[in-house]
């Protein structure tokens, strides 16, 4: 059912004397069929996160458009690259016979970390494409996940003789972490004296950017240091400590949707007792008015969940001197803003 992706132009879509076209005339006979998209992200809003338009050209690398039929039957696949794609007014030539069409666009799926369902012209449907991420015989996924942003479009018509431009409104699908433990008493802690995970079965995606059944992942940290906390600008702390030696590490997952439990598990390296177990999720969703406020848009809780990318979480430990719960959370800063731990489900 899936296999990776590549990078090719169906067969379907390839037409000669795209560059011919001479658009100032009345005389369009030259003209090649088809129409042209523009990627553009959802919303506007500038923030340090990355669903803003700076952040979109910066990583955006590659795309891959899905063209179907006004009723779901797969039509054909395009692929682009390269530097062209991060200009703000870069439009792709998309050939396709005058029509009704519909659109799924995907960037960064030519990562080796993501398998998509093999289509077939013709035979295939909107339902059958479907993004997996790769993970091992375990269900672990320990490594960076590049940048990868999705888009749809349900009205394209292509008339003869008319280029129209459309615009595919993209938004971010993975998130990034950085995790910083510290003493509050000012012990210092080591990166690896912990192993940190996110669990979450986030790992299946729909044509429209929606969670399909799937086992639970666990995303490991992909980066773990000891880590002085006055040289890191994470966590946006007024008066970050100076010479506190703190246990930092970085973890990625793909969306995180509203109601599906997602959990941020850390553990002792040494022997695996558990250290923390919250859901994120929630904590996360008690910063949104915060946001909206640094922002001045209002938005639903997945609005913010798929606009916001980028968080820093510092937690502020207390040894309690137990053998079965070693630390006790005294406080969570999530960028920056302060969260208690009674204030939210463990």
């Known amino acids: 059912m899936f296999q990776r992706l590549t990078r090719f132009i169906a067969v379907a879509l390839l037409l000669a004397g795209v560059a011919g076209c001479s658009w100032v005339r009345d005389d369009l006979t030259d003209c090649p069929k088809g129409c042209r998209v523009q990627l553009k992200v959802e919303a506007g809003i500038s923030t340090e996160g ?134 509050m008493n000012g012990n210092p802690i080591k990166g690896d004296t912990f192993t940190y995970e996110i669990h979450s079965a986030n790992g299946r995606m729909a044509h429209n950017h929606s969670l399909l059944e799937d086992d639970v992942l666990k995303y490991g940290a992909y980066f773990v240091e000891t880590a002085n906390l006055s040289d890191y600008d994470d966590t946006k702390a007024e008066e970050p400590a100076v010479n506190l030696t703190v246990a930092r590490a970085e973890l990625n997952t793909l969306r995180l949707v509203k109601g599906n439990p997602t959990r941020l598990v850390i553990r002792e390296s040494a022997g695996g007792k558990l250290v923390l177990d919250i859901n994120l999720i929630q904590y996360i969703l008690m910063t949104r008015e915060y946001y909206e406020d640094r922002v001045g848009v209002k938005l639903t809780d997945q609005q913010y969940l798929d606009y916001e990318d980028k968080y820093s979480l510092l937690f502020t430990m207390m040894p309690t001197g137990s053998i079965v719960n070693p630390y006790a959370l005294v406080e969570l800063r999530i960028n920056g803003w302060v969260l208690r731990p009674q204030d939210a489900i463990l």
Request: no cysteine; glycine share 6%; proline share 4%.
């Open 50 to 183: 990355g669903f803003n338009v700076a952040a979109f050209r910066d990583e955006v690398q590659d795309l891959s458009l899905f063209v179907f039929s006004s009723d779901g039957i797969f039509v054909g696949h395009f692929s682009e690259r390269g530097d062209a794609l991060k200009q703000s007014d870069y439009t792709v030539d998309v050939p396709i016979d005058p029509g009704h069409y519909k659109a799924v666009a995907w960037t960064g799926l030519e990562d080796d970390h993501y398998i998509v369902s093999d289509l077939v012209p013709g035979k295939s449907t909107m339902e059958d494409l479907e993004v997996l991420l790769d993970r091992d015989s375990e269900n672990r996924q320990n490594e960076y996940l590049g940048p990868v942003w999705h888009g749809m479009i349900d009205d394209i018509e292509v008339k003869p003789n008319v280029y129209q431009v459309y615009e595919v409104p993209m938004r971010k699908t993975n998130n990034n972490f950085v995790v910083v433990l510290h003493d």
